[in-house]
């Protein structure tokens, strides 16, 4: 096992995961550990990493830094993304269903095919974000 942290854009940690050293995507693993243990993942620097497919349903990741990570087909319904960044992201078949994303920056994102059914886009940047 090893310790995989997970930091703020500041720089200060916010969660450390004990992960399987023969994980092959480690943050992934981290990330999911911390949301089964509720821990609160606002302002995350998450940018580029791999989250395809992850449950994060629910989750607070308000402030968080997600430019250019993979969240294709990622379960998100009634998660909460205020003022967030997801520039250049993959979110292509993602569940955002009543996801708060209230202030998000979505600019260059894909959502392709992404579920948006009730979700809270107020003052949203969605500049050149593509969703068909």
Do not use: W
């Not at 930091?7 to 994980?23: D, F, L, P, Y």
């Not at 997600?66 to 520039?87: E, I, W």
């Amino acid at each position: 096992m090893r310790l995989v942290e997970i930091r703020s854009m500041a720089g200060i940690v916010i969660h450390v995961a004990e992960v399987a050293k023969t994980a092959s995507n480690p943050l992934r693993e981290a990330v999911s550990e911390a949301y089964r243990a509720r821990a609160y993942l606002g302002g995350a620097c998450l940018a580029g990493s791999n989250l395809e497919g992850i449950n994060l349903e629910g989750i607070s990741l308000d402030g968080a830094c997600l430019d250019q990570a993979t969240l294709t087909g990622a379960r998100l319904r009634g998660a909460s993304f205020a003022n967030a960044s997801f520039r250049e992201a993959y979110l292509d078949g993602a569940d955002l269903a009543v996801a708060q994303l209230r202030g998000a920056c979505l600019t260059h994102a894909r959502l392709v095919d992404a579920c948006l059914d009730d979700a809270s886009l107020a003052y949203a940047n969605l500049a050149r974000c593509q969703l068909a």
